[in-house]
T-cell receptor, first 112, second 112 residues
Framework: DAGVIQSPRHEVTEMGQEVTLRCKPI?????LFWYRQTMMRGLELLIY????????DSGMPEDRFSAKMPNASFSTLKIQPSEPRDSAVYFC??????????FGPGTRLTVT | GENVEQHPSTLSVQEGDSAVIKCTYS??????FPWYKQELGKGPQLIID?????GEKKDQRIAVTLNKTAKHFSLHITETQPEDSAVYFC???????????FGDGTTLTVKP
């Protein structure tokens, strides 16, 4: 199994630009999670899906953030417009409900 | 909701010594407690987990103990090696409920 796949691995963009992060979960997993990690705030859960349906988006910081999961094998996290304070490492993880989460390698986002 | 507290935030030990990281949780419904190790530049990876029907689980040099009455669980690493240096996260969840709540992490440094 290739594990959770995220793209891009690194993204550098200018303030105000739209950023789209992509995730392919492990086949057969029915839960998908988006996390943000920074030195100041640690690991934060932004949103999670179960069977492609958003269950809890209370961690999404602002309306500038949106996430979709059009099918069981793909999800996106979009930031529009991006701001420097969005700079962080964004992780996608997947699991079968209530069990261990498998994390992807992360996308390091830098907004200048 | 669930609240997980993790201590200490940093831990430095000499190679060969033991390391102990402790977590407390608030929701008595939580019954699944995984531990993740995050190495530099990578996503967190599960190293051991325990469910509430057991009090202790061991896997080679790592072990986890759980006290449901007191709502705390601990990670024990014996005979530490430099490659154990990483950030360790505890988490708690209710099996089949979907998401886990993570602690803030412990940065473990093993000095050769």
């Amino acid at each position: 199994d290739a594990g959770v796949i995220q793209s891009p691995r690194h993204e550098v963009t200018e303030m105000g630009q739209e950023v789209t992060l992509r995730c392919k979960p492990i086949s057969g997993h029915n839960s998908l999670f988006w996390y943000r990690q920074t030195m100041m705030r640690g690991l934060e859960l932004l949103i999670y899906f179960n069977n492609n349906v958003p269950i809890d988006d209370s961690g999404m910081p602002e309306d500038r953030f949106s996430a979709k999961m059009p099918n069981a094998s793909f999800s996106t996290l979009k930031i529009q417009p991006s701001e420097p304070r969005d700079s962080a490492v964004y992780f996608c993880a997947s699991s079968t409900s209530g069990s261990k989460e498998y994390f992807g390698p992360g996308t390091r986002l830098t907004v200048t | 909701g669930e609240n997980v507290e993790q201590h200490p935030s940093t831990l430095s030990v000499q190679e060969g010594d033991s390391a102990v990281i402790k977590c407390t949780y608030s929701d008595s419904a939580s019954n699944y407690f995984p531990w993740y190790k995050q190495e530099l530049g990578k996503g967190p990876q599960l190293i051991i987990d325990i469910r509430s029907n057991v009090g202790e689980k061991k896997d080679q040099r790592i072990a986890v103990t759980l006290n449901k009455t007191a709502k705390h669980f601990s990670l024990h690493i014996t005979e530490t090696q430099p490659e154990d240096s990483a950030v360790y996260f505890c988490a708690a969840s209710e099996a089949n409920a979907g998401k886990s709540t993570f602690g803030d992490g412990t940065t473990l440094t093993v000095k050769p």
